[in-house]
């Protein structure tokens, strides 16, 4: 079964540093990834998702995701974090077959000016 | 509406009281889905409607929990007999449901904060 790990819970970066979160699935094929934000009191928020084709996914607010399939990883990467940035992120994985995603437990991000 | 809608946004209730949850999805959205976040746990699927096919109950944890889905639109989730452990939040999305495959973003809900004493 397929199944997704976020193996950083809690990350805090500096305001205008780099940020990675890292994503790790499990499954056989070729899997559908996403990345979803949830910022305090809102609902999920699609920031980008890759199917097929170019391995580096463009996303909103300025967040990018590459899949490695050597690594069964998509990890997300904004080059100059924001303080509106602070939230929890949530990498998914869904399958041809099937309509529903797996989540993964979420990362939190906490920015400090 | 502009986006999925939930209501209530938080429910207290006593254990052994039932519950219901209910999700208004985007307008001409023909696929619904029930997620359900615990502390320090990321969501877990539990149902999902597309169209008039049977619904996908797979990741209901037991039988105090069901799901409807009236005219393809509205949904209600329902919790019987509440216990401590169903103290969560409950998320809906929908999704055009077109493609018929998890390529079709799913828009999420606000959640409704369930509190069982």
């Known amino acids: 079964a397929q199944s997704v790990t976020q193996p950083d819970i809690h990350i805090t970066v500096s305001e205008g540093a780099s940020l990675e979160l890292r994503c790790n699935y499990s499954y056989g094929a070729t899997p559908y990834l996403f990345w979803y934000v949830q910022s305090p009191g809102q609902g999920l928020q699609l920031l980008l998702k890759?199917?097929?084709?170019?391995?580096l996914v463009q996303g909103i607010k300025g967040f990018e995701a590459e899949f490695k399939r050597s690594q069964s990883s998509f990890n997300l990467r904004k080059p100059s974090v924001h303080w509106s940035d602070a939230a929890e992120y949530f990498c998914?994985?869904?399958?041809?077959?099937?309509?529903?995603?797996?989540f993964g437990t979420g990362t939190r991000l906490q920015v400090f000016p | 509406g502009a986006g999925v809608s939930q209501s209530p946004s938080n429910k207290v209730t006593e254990k052994g009281k039932d519950v219901e949850l209910r999700c208004d999805p985007i307008?001409?959205?023909?696929?619904l889905y029930w997620y359900r976040q615990s502390l320090g746990q990321g969501l877990e699927f539990l149902i999902y409607f597309q169209g008039n096919s049977a619904p996908d109950k797979s990741g209901l944890p037991s039988d105090r929990f069901s799901a409807e889905r009236t005219g393809g639109s509205v949904s209600t989730l329902t919790i019987q007999r509440t216990q401590q452990e169903d103290s969560a939040v409950y998320l809906c999305?929908?999704?055009?449901?077109?493609?018929?495959?998890?390529?079709?973003?799913?828009?999420f809900g606000p959640g409704t904060r369930l509190t069982v004493l």
């Open positions: 999305a929908s999704s055009s449901g077109l493609a018929g495959v998890p390529t079709d973003t799913q828009y």
């Open positions: 998914a994985v869904g399958t041809y077959n099937t309509d529903k995603l797996i």
């Open positions: 890759y199917f097929s084709g170019d391995t």
């Open positions: 307008s001409g959205h023909t696929a």
